[in-house]
């Protein structure tokens, strides 16, 4: 035997040891299961996930909805009604009785119709000065709160968005005239101005609103609107343009416009989309400013018409009851606390999720 | 004959196209930063024109200005013998010519599909009647480009630069074109990838019958697809010739030194040429210099260099050099 034909036997021993049914090809399914694709994802999907990974978002989430819920549902079924003064029933005489009782206390009449038997609905919060459940106010005030933050804050989107993007998009001379007078709206002391638009509004609101259908909603809540729309866009604007005018870089822009694509359709597909995570944690933390406007304006008098409760307005009715009804002024500052926390909390557990970009 | 009309009349003809952008330089200054200085060329039906140069010369301004994406600030583009003036010639003209970019990462939208990105031509100039209609259009072009109708559904980011620099063909390809410009469309890609590419692009040529305005800085590659090819010196052009005269016999000093950098393969040919290697930067194009703008680095500038532009002249038959001393250096 020579010595190349053993390097050759050897060669052959070692192949024997390699079994060939280990190398057969793969069958169809063998194949599927080995190439394990993994499930197409968006940036929003990604967004979700991380978002329900925050449990401080997710607890003040929770908190939100709940408070939404109730501020809608409750007053539907509530016994008392917001604006029903208890002592006054027709054809009575007043009965005093009814006005500020404690947590859980009954009237004269009430605690005699338990005597004989029959169930009346407790009143959790006791009544307020006039007689009124104080438990279905603060709901109603939420309501209330909660509608003027959330509208307002649409209002400002769509204002900030419009200008912002146009402003951005467009540049030049046209970005310039925008960007000054959001400068010049910046400047004015905000303050001020909510309150002396406020008290201009509700006298020449209240007179041309008479007898229209917003003549219910109040001309107060209509001037906070007003308000909102004419100065809070301004931040909303600056944002949107700084997005869009790095984003109106992006070669996917100039394919677009090679494509033929004109300003609007480039706008609507390819910059808001692309910026929407910063519009919407911006929008969800424009919401609690919102409801903090509303009640410091309310708590001033400059707020919602009375007998239409609002958190703020709340707080300001139990401040002459203070040293006897505490609980009256910390109900509704405790109700708008947990609404402003929360809806913070969540927009910024919004923004971490995700923009990880703006993280700070 | 209508072949022979075609040979007669260009495809693009460009006439003394000029970009300039206006730079802030002081508070209340401006200065015109001249991008494309006064360019003239004209690219034939099914042909590929190479477009080369240093980065920073103005060969994208050229290519995106050709397509009307930046308003010329002077000059005139003609295709098919039309001038284009108006909007309306403008949007014409986008269904015509199109463009491949050249960072296959951003020049798609991040936000949108696959099918959405190729489809966005489509659905821009309103070219189907129905749903359906535009799906088998994408697919079609999916498949022209060779990618699996699967993807359609897929997201950009999940692709590789090969895979999404196929989908900015597909989209480039979406409006049926004449004429596309390719913006360096393969220098972000790998080698093993730009090769694929660069062959797609080939064929597609010879199925579609399509004109290209090949922008690159890879003279390898420019030479292997380019039928003609321009060289670009801060925005102007300095030569025009077939692809393999500039490379055998580059006449403009400029390009002489830009074929010597070719790196070639063969260590002994690589040694037995002689690099020419230029001295000094490239002029801001601020601040330009005078007469031609090359004298400054140029081996064989004389004083009337500085002094005069040099003609962009016909010095052999379909053989254009910017040089005044030409006939001297070359004989």
Same mark, same amino acid.
């Given at each position: 035997?020579?010595?190349?034909?053993?390097?050759?036997?050897?060669?052959?021993?070692?192949?024997?040891?390699v079994n060939l049914d280990d190398f057969i090809p793969a069958t169809a399914e063998e194949k599927e299961y080995m190439v394990q694709m993994r499930p197409s994802t968006t940036a929003f999907k990604d967004g979700i996930r991380r978002l329900r990974k925050?449990?401080?978002?997710?607890?003040?989430?929770?908190?939100?909805?709940?408070?939404?819920?109730?501020?809608?549902?409750?007053?539907?079924?509530?016994?008392?009604?917001?604006?029903?003064?208890?002592?006054?029933?027709?054809?009575?005489?007043?009965?005093?009785?009814?006005?500020?009782?404690?947590?859980?206390?009954?009237?004269?009449?009430?605690?005699?119709?338990?005597?004989?038997?029959?169930?009346?609905?407790?009143?959790?919060?006791?009544?307020?000065?006039?007689?009124?459940?104080?438990?279905?106010?603060?709901?109603?005030?939420?309501?209330?709160?909660?509608?003027?933050?959330?509208?307002?804050?649409?209002?400002?989107?769509?204002?900030?968005?419009?200008?912002?993007?146009?402003?951005?998009?467009?540049?030049?001379?046209?970005?310039?005239?925008?960007?000054?007078?959001?400068?010049?709206?910046?400047?004015?002391?905000?303050?001020?101005?909510?309150?002396?638009?406020?008290?201009?509004?509700?006298?020449?609101?209240?007179?041309k609103l008479e007898g229209t259908p917003l003549a219910k909603i109040g001309s107060n809540i209509i001037s906070l609107f007003i308000i909102f729309a004419l100065l809070y866009w301004v931040s909303m604007a600056r944002l949107v343009r700084g997005q869009?005018?790095?984003?109106?870089?992006?070669?996917?822009?100039?394919?677009?416009?090679?494509?033929?694509?004109?300003?609007?359709?480039?706008?609507?597909?390819?910059?808001?989309?692309?910026?929407?995570?910063?519009?919407?944690?911006?929008?969800?933390?424009?919401?609690?400013?919102?409801?903090?406007?509303?009640?410091?304006?309310?708590?001033?008098?400059?707020?919602?018409?009375?007998?239409?409760?609002?958190?703020?307005?709340?707080?300001?009715?139990?401040?002459?009851?203070?040293?006897?009804?505490?609980?009256?002024?910390?109900?509704?500052?405790?109700?708008?606390?947990?609404?402003?926390?929360?809806?913070?909390?969540?927009?910024?557990?919004?923004?971490?999720?995700?923009?990880?970009?703006?993280?700070? | 004959?209508?072949?022979?009309?075609?040979?007669?009349?260009?495809?693009?003809?460009?006439?003394?196209?000029?970009?300039?952008?206006?730079?802030?330089?002081?508070?209340?200054?401006?200065?015109?930063?001249?991008?494309?200085?006064?360019i003239s060329f004209t690219i034939r039906e099914g042909e590929t024109l190479g477009l080369v140069g240093e980065s920073g010369c103005g060969k994208t301004t050229a290519g995106r200005t050709i397509l009307h994406l930046y308003q010329p600030t002077a000059?005139?583009?003609?295709?098919?013998?039309?001038?284009?003036?108006?909007?309306?010639?403008?949007?014409?003209?986008?269904?015509?010519?199109?463009?491949? *970019?050249?960072?296959?990462?951003?020049?798609?939208?991040?936000?949108?599909?696959?099918?959405?990105?190729?489809?966005?031509?489509?659905?821009?100039?309103?070219?189907?009647?129905?749903?359906?209609?535009?799906?088998?259009?994408?697919?079609?072009?999916?498949?022209?480009?060779?990618?699996?109708?699967?993807?359609?559904?897929?997201?950009?980011?999940?692709?590789?630069?090969?895979?999404?620099?196929?989908?900015?063909?597909?989209?480039?390809?979406?409006?049926?074109?004449? *004429?596309?410009?390719?913006?360096?469309?393969?220098?972000?890609?790998?080698?093993?990838?730009?090769?694929?590419?660069?062959?797609?692009?080939?064929?597609?040529?010879?199925?579609?019958?399509?004109?290209?305005? *090949?922008?690159?800085?890879?003279?390898?590659?420019?030479?292997?697809?380019?039928?003609?090819?321009?060289?670009?010196?801060?925005?102007?052009?300095?030569?025009?010739?077939?692809?393999?005269?500039?490379?055998?016999?580059?006449?403009?000093?400029?390009?002489?030194?830009?074929?010597?950098?070719?790196?070639?393969?063969?260590?002994?040919?690589?040694?037995?040429?002689?690099?020419?290697?230029?001295?000094?930067?490239?002029?801001?194009?601020?601040?330009?210099?005078?007469?031609?703008?090359?004298?400054?680095?140029?081996?064989?500038?004389?004083?009337?260099?500085?002094?005069?532009?040099?003609?962009?002249?016909?010095?052999?038959?379909?053989? *254009?050099?910017?040089?005044?001393?030409?006939?001297?250096?070359?004989?």
């Amino acid at each position: 035997m020579t010595e190349g034909s053993k390097v050759n036997e050897n060669i052959k021993n070692l192949s024997m040891q390699v079994n060939l049914d280990d190398f057969i090809p793969a069958t169809a399914e063998e194949k599927e299961y080995m190439v394990q694709m993994r499930p197409s994802t968006t940036a929003f999907k990604d967004g979700i996930r991380r978002l329900r990974k925050n449990k401080v978002a997710m607890v003040s989430f929770y908190i939100i909805v709940i408070i939404t819920l109730a501020a809608i549902f409750v007053p539907m079924f509530w016994p008392y009604k917001y604006e029903m003064m208890l002592g006054m029933q027709p054809g009575k005489p007043v009965d005093a009785t009814f006005n500020n009782l404690k947590p859980f206390e009954y009237s004269t009449t009430e605690q005699a119709l338990r005597d004989q038997g029959q169930s009346v609905f407790p009143h959790i919060f006791g009544t307020d000065s006039a007689g009124r459940d104080y438990f279905i106010r603060v709901v109603y005030g939420t309501r209330i709160s909660l509608a003027v933050g959330f509208f307002a804050s649409i209002i400002v989107l769509v204002i900030g968005l419009l200008v912002g993007s146009v402003s951005g998009y467009a540049g030049g001379k046209v970005d310039m005239v925008i960007m000054r007078i959001v400068d010049i709206i910046y400047s004015l002391p905000d303050m001020l101005m909510v309150i002396l638009l406020a008290s201009v509004l509700k006298m020449t609101l209240a007179s041309k609103l008479e007898g229209t259908p917003l003549a219910k909603i109040g001309s107060n809540i209509i001037s906070l609107f007003i308000i909102f729309a004419l100065l809070y866009w301004v931040s909303m604007a600056r944002l949107v343009r700084g997005q869009i005018l790095s984003l109106r870089e992006q070669e996917y822009v100039l394919a677009a416009q090679a494509a033929g694509a004109k300003g609007s359709w480039v706008i609507r597909k390819h910059l808001l989309p692309n910026c929407v995570s910063v519009i919407v944690i911006s929008t969800a933390l424009q919401i609690p400013s919102a409801i903090f406007t509303e009640s410091y304006l309310s708590f001033l008098g400059l707020g919602v018409n009375a007998p239409m409760p609002s958190l703020g307005s709340l707080a300001s009715d139990a401040l002459n009851g203070l040293s006897s009804y505490p609980y009256r002024l910390v109900i509704p500052a405790i109700v708008i606390s947990l609404i402003v926390l929360s809806l913070n909390l969540f927009g910024d557990g919004l923004r971490d999720a995700f923009d990880p970009k703006l993280n700070g | 004959m209508s072949t022979e009309l075609k040979s007669v009349q260009p495809l693009i003809e460009v006439r003394h196209l000029k970009q300039y952008f206006n730079i802030n330089t002081g508070f209340f200054k401006s200065t015109p930063l001249k991008a494309v200085d006064d360019i003239s060329f004209t690219i034939r039906e099914g042909e590929t024109l190479g477009l080369v140069g240093e980065s920073g010369c103005g060969k994208t301004t050229a290519g995106r200005t050709i397509l009307h994406l930046y308003q010329p600030t002077a000059g005139e583009i003609i295709y098919r013998g039309k001038s284009i003036k108006t909007p309306k010639d403008v949007e014409e003209f986008r269904t015509k010519a199109t463009m491949v *970019f050249q960072d296959p990462y951003s020049s798609l939208d991040p936000r949108m599909t696959v099918a959405d990105i190729i489809g966005e031509p489509l659905d821009v100039h309103h070219m189907y009647k129905s749903q359906e209609e535009r799906r088998q259009k994408i697919l079609e072009l999916m498949d022209h480009v060779g990618l699996n109708s699967e993807h359609a559904a897929r997201y950009a980011h999940e692709f590789s630069g090969g895979q999404r620099q196929r989908v900015g063909i597909a989209r480039a390809l979406a409006v049926d074109p004449d *004429f596309i410009v390719c913006d360096e469309p393969v220098s972000a890609l790998d080698v093993s990838i730009q090769a694929q590419v660069i062959n797609m692009f080939d064929e597609l040529q010879d199925q579609m019958g399509l004109t290209y305005l *090949f922008i690159a800085h890879d003279l390898l590659v420019v030479r292997h697809i380019s039928d003609r090819i321009a060289v670009m010196y801060l925005g102007r052009m300095v030569e025009l010739a077939d692809a393999d005269e500039i490379y055998n016999r580059p006449l403009h000093p400029y390009t002489k030194a830009l074929i010597s950098a070719v790196p070639v393969p063969d260590p002994n040919v690589a040694r037995a040429n002689k690099r020419i290697a230029l001295t000094g930067e490239i002029p801001s194009p601020l601040n330009a210099p005078s007469g031609c703008p090359f004298h400054t680095r140029c081996p064989y500038a004389k004083p009337m260099c500085s002094e005069s532009m040099p003609p962009f002249k016909e010095v052999e038959k379909g053989r *254009f050099v910017a040089c005044h001393r030409t006939e001297e250096i070359n004989s």
